[in-house]
């Protein structure tokens, strides 16, 4: 039974960072591409960054690009996303998510259809 549970959410400042961590378990995690998803109040689910099962391809919606950072120690089957410089429009759900292959890379698109499992989610307020 895939599991995925999110850690590392909270309440900060505009400016501040937090480091989001997904511990996996109950499947070959490291045969995977992960990725990090939000979702504020009455706004649909959005993709915010993926990475390739080796870590070796990186995908980051506009919005984030430069203030954020994905990243995986499949040692560890633990994926991370490090967000520096935070925005109130950062504020919401994060949820990880295990993505069903690898079309993201060629697309550059991150969408809710591309994902099959996901964790419970972790709450980001980011207050101005």
């Known amino acids: 039974q895939v599991q995925l549970v999110e850690s590392g959410g909270g309440s900060v400042q505009t400016g501040g960072s937090l480091r989001l961590s997904c511990a996996a378990s109950g499947h070959a995690y490291n045969y995977y591409s992960m990725g990090w998803f939000r979702q504020a109040p009455g706004k649909e689910r959005e993709g915010v960054a993926a990475?390739?099962?080796?870590?070796?391809?990186?995908f980051y919606v506009d919005s984030v690009k430069g203030r954020f950072t994905v990243s995986r120690d499949n040692a560890k089957n633990t994926l991370y996303l490090e967000m520096n410089s935070l925005k109130p429009e950062d504020t919401g759900m994060y949820y990880c998510?295990?993505?069903?292959?690898?079309?993201?890379?060629?697309?550059?698109?991150?969408?809710?259809?591309?994902?099959?499992?996901w964790g419970q989610g972790t709450q980001v307020t980011v207050a101005s």
């Open positions: 990475i390739s099962p080796a870590g070796v391809s990186t």
């Open positions: 998510a295990r993505v069903r292959d690898g079309s993201w890379i060629v697309q550059r698109t991150l969408t809710p259809d591309q994902v099959n499992y």
